[in-house]
């Protein structure tokens, strides 16, 4: 419209009311605490608190009831994928904390046809606003059987599942206490993702590949958050989607792939260094330290992909390079390194803590 009062009186309204939400220090939108994420700031333990939580992690509870009855094949759709799923499951479902565990289930499209998948989400107060979320695959790649052998993929990712399961175990009873605290503090809660079919069946495209994370990222974006919202889904109340890969080999390193969530990787190695002079990492050197800020080479393709083009913060944990047993049939636990697993448990167990302030 090239002339008119109308259109001009609306903008300078609208003008207005901007100006009057910024100097009531206000955030326009409806939807404001979709913004909190941005400011949020951790607590900071002293060393009484890091000395408990270290104390509080077992590795041989790690190994022996969360990780080895993970060491079979398990690529979607099998025997060993149903055992998974359901030992993921029993894992969580016997804490004290409030866990609402949900299968998602659905048919995609394969090389091999049409096949099931089954992703895990289970969440800590599901009408919390906001969530952070830690993430990881518990399918195992197919390969034809070779001399016997199958494909465990022990740190791809047998580990990081494990990990996700003895953090649950072992904050039980903190994270029990998220039910308790006062309303300003019950708007952030915890969530945890073990996606099926992220790795491809013949040849890695975008086609074959991460069936588990675009199924969820692209229902979770359709699904109205808090329940009821207008405007709002699920993809929102993400804070920071950290996703865990191909751990558990020895001298791992992990750089820092996104500027955009470099404080929390920052907050990383904070807490490896504090861990280190109390003395809590076992056989660690601070010459090799795990989390390093460096040039990462490029975005490598994983699960958090589809939440990435939707927006959602991401903290990718994976080493680089990769280990040298990634797709090959010595990715064993007998490949595994007990210390670094300990140690990266123990980082990350801190990391949620101080970002739930619990």
């Keep these: 419209m090239a002339s008119g009062g109308a259109p001009r009186a609306v903008g300078a309204l609208h003008l207005l009311l901007l100006l009057l939400l910024v100097a009531a220090g206000a955030r326009p939108g409806a939807a404001d605490w979709t913004r909190d994420k941005n400011y949020h700031q951790p607590a900071t333990l002293n060393a009484s608190a ?26 979607p759709g099998s025997p060993g994928s149903y055992a998974a799923r359901q030992h993921i499951m029993q894992r969580i479902q016997r804490l004290q904390a409030d866990w ?57 990712s047998a580990v990081p599942c494990a990990m996700m399961l003895e953090l649950a175990r072992a904050l039980d009873k903190k994270l029990l206490s998220l039910k308790t605290v006062s309303d300003s503090k019950s708007n952030l809660s915890l969530r945890l993702i073990f996606f099926d079919g992220e790795e491809a069946f013949l040849h890695w495209s975008p086609q074959d590949s991460l069936y588990g994370s675009r199924h969820l990222a692209q229902k979770m974006a359709s699904t109205p958050h808090p329940p009821g919202a207008r405007g709002t889904n ?19 390193t992990f750089p820092n792939f996104f500027p955009n969530t470099g404080r929390w990787f920052n907050r990383l190695q904070a807490i490896e260094h504090d861990l280190h ?28 992909i589809p939440f990435l083009r939707k927006g959602v913060p991401v903290l990718h944990l994976i080493p680089s390079p990769f280990p040298e047993v990634w797709h ?19 980082i990350l167990q801190v990391f949620v803590v101080e970002y739930l302030h619990l």
């Excluded at 090959?328 to 123990?346: C, P």
């Design 234 to 252: 699920q993809l929102h109340g993400m804070d920071l989607l950290v996703l865990l890969d191909l751990i558990g080999a020895p001298n791992p």
């Design 50 to 75: 890091l000395q408990q939580i270290a104390q509080g992690t077992h590795i041989s509870d790690l190994w022996h009831n969360d990780l080895r009855p993970l060491l079979i094949e398990r690529y």
């Design 277 to 304: 002079e109390l003395g809590l990492l076992k056989d660690h050197s601070l010459e090799r330290k795990y989390f390093r800020n460096f040039g990462s080479g490029g975005i490598i393709q994983d699960d958090h």
């Design 100 to 156: 609402v565990v949900e299968v998602d289930t659905f048919l995609s499209k394969t090389p091999y046809g049409y096949r099931s998948f089954s992703n895990i989400i289970s969440t800590l107060n599901p009408t919390a606003k906001r969530h952070l979320v830690l993430a990881c695959h518990y399918d195992s790649k197919y390969f034809p059987h070779w001399d016997n052998r199958v494909f465990v993929g022990a740190t791809d």
């Design 328 to 346: 090959t049939m010595d990715d064993t636990e007998e490949n595994l390194d007990e210390s670094t697993i300990d140690n990266l448990s123990k």
